[in-house]
């Protein structure tokens, strides 16, 4: 079956210190990975996206993700974390086609503290 | 500011109603999504259109019809709705061939 799991529902991380988000996936195929990111109220911004090649990733707002076959992960990480960060984070995974669905995680929240 | 641009951002609606969601997009995308959303939930693919054609319909209840009536529009018609269907409705669009979609602000949809 195709499913892709976030672990951790919440997570709380100071100010400055360091993030990374687990995502696993399940896919018959060769997957395309996303991160997307939904602040309250708001759509869903695409932070990173991994098709193939090099396996760490850059994306936007200091993001990365490192994508490892063998672990069928693909792990959102970030050096240091500002207040603006918390949110909403989403794992995806799709096949390479467009006017295909995305199989997403459910979520994990980021809280940030001072 | 999204390159997905979705309209009304907030309704309100009773069940006896009819209304309709916008979705618009200017990349050249040729694939067209909707989705719903509850709060503190993934969203859920309701529709697809690909060349301005229906490709995925997700077993939605008839009282959402989708259209799209050109290849930068997109439009979803509510009719008689139901208190469950109040969520958060979030047009996409992704180029042809590889993804990703990117997804407009959403339109807050709440059922009297």
């Known amino acids: 079956a195709q499913s892709v799991t976030q672990p951790d529902i919440h997570i709380t991380v100071s100010e400055g210190a360091s993030l990374e988000l687990r995502c696993n996936y399940s896919?018959?195929?060769?997957?395309?990975l996303f991160w997307y990111v939904q602040s309250p109220g708001q759509g869903l911004q695409l932070l990173l996206k991994y098709f193939s090649g090099d396996t760490l990733v850059q994306g936007i707002k200091g993001f990365e993700a490192e994508f490892k076959r063998s672990q069928s992960s693909f792990n959102l990480r970030k050096p240091s974390v500002h207040w603006s960060d918390a949110a909403e984070y989403f794992c995806a995974v799709g096949a390479e086609q467009a006017g295909t669905a995305l199989i997403f995680g459910k979520g994990t929240t980021l809280s940030v503290s001072s | 500011d999204t390159e997905v641009t979705q309209t009304p951002k907030h309704l309100v609606m009773g069940m006896t109603n009819k209304k309709s969601l916008k979705c618009e997009q200017h990349?050249?995308?040729?694939?067209m999504y909707w989705y719903k959303q509850k709060a503190k939930k993934p969203p859920e693919l309701m529709f697809v259109y690909s060349y301005e054609k229906l490709s995925i319909n997700e077993s939605v209840p008839s009282r959402f019809s989708p259209e799209c009536p050109n290849s930068s529009l997109l439009n979803l018609h509510l009719h008689a709705l139901q208190p469950e269907d109040s969520a958060l409705y979030l047009c996409?669009?992704?180029?042809?061939?590889?993804?990703?979609?990117?997804f407009g602000d959403g339109t807050r949809l709440s059922i009297l």
């Open positions: 896919y018959g195929a060769t997957p395309y």
């Open positions: 996409a669009s992704s180029p042809v061939g590889n993804q990703p979609q990117h």
């Open positions: 990349m050249g995308h040729r694939a």
